[in-house]
């Protein structure tokens, strides 16, 4: 019987590494989209949106497989309980990668202006936030508490990123107001990088949960 659930629950961790495939994907696309102000890209992104809501489902049916047909001890509790939070989060995740991709379409009526859009800032936050995402699946995987507490860390760094894009914003905007309406909707964009990494953290947290017991903040 044990030997079965062991099995499932590498089952569990594949799926899991799966769909945190599937939500780096969906980041890299919604920056390529949005960068090249490619529209079509930008559609696919938001149509894949719909697989990750599916691999939600495979994951929760898996979790409570476990639950209802196994005998799971406290350890094995706290990791499928860390599991469902998980894939809240990762769906979350999903949904802001297809939301910079609908103002990738919304923006896609004009080119950047590049004098008052710091563009290089928002791939640096997608950069840090798809490696928030890589890490924080590997410490699930690896029960690597060092790990998620680097994820926890790195995302001062998202923050960081997000607070000067938007002081610069506000200083093209100062300086001409016709700047106005692109920042304010590239600030959106940023804003849903800077969700990403707070539910990256979501995540990091859960996997520190499923190895003490303990929900750190």
Excluded at 30 to 57: P, W
């Amino acid at each position: 019987m044990r030997n079965r659930f062991e099995r499932q629950l590498l089952e569990l961790n594949n799926e899991l590494i799966q769909m945190g495939s599937m939500i780096e994907h969906a980041i890299e696309m919604g920056i390529s989209a949005l960068v090249r102000q490619d529209v079509e890209k930008a559609k696919k992104a938001i149509a894949y949106d719909e697989e990750i809501d599916g691999q939600e489902k495979t994951v929760e049916s898996l979790c409570m497989k476990l639950l209802l047909q196994q005998q799971p001890v406290a350890k094995d509790l706290r990791l499928i309980s860390a599991a469902l939070k998980m894939i809240t989060d990762m769906e979350r995740i999903g949904d802001h990668a297809a939301d910079i991709s609908e103002m990738t379409i919304l923006m896609s009526d004009a080119t950047y202006e590049r004098s008052a859009i710091n563009i290089d800032l928002v791939e640096s936050m997608a950069k840090e936030t798809t490696d928030m995402v890589i890490k924080c699946v590997d410490a699930f995987v690896n029960k690597d508490m060092e790990l998620a507490r680097t994820v926890i860390a790195q995302d001062d760094v998202v923050d960081d990123l997000f607070a000067d894009f938007k002081q610069q914003l506000i200083k093209k905007i100062n300086e001409n107001v016709k700047n106005g309406e692109q920042a304010t909707d590239m600030l959106m964009v940023a804003k849903y990088f800077e969700r990403i990494g707070d539910h990256a953290t979501n995540i990091a947290e859960w996997v520190i949960y499923s190895i003490t017991g303990e929900h750190e903040k």
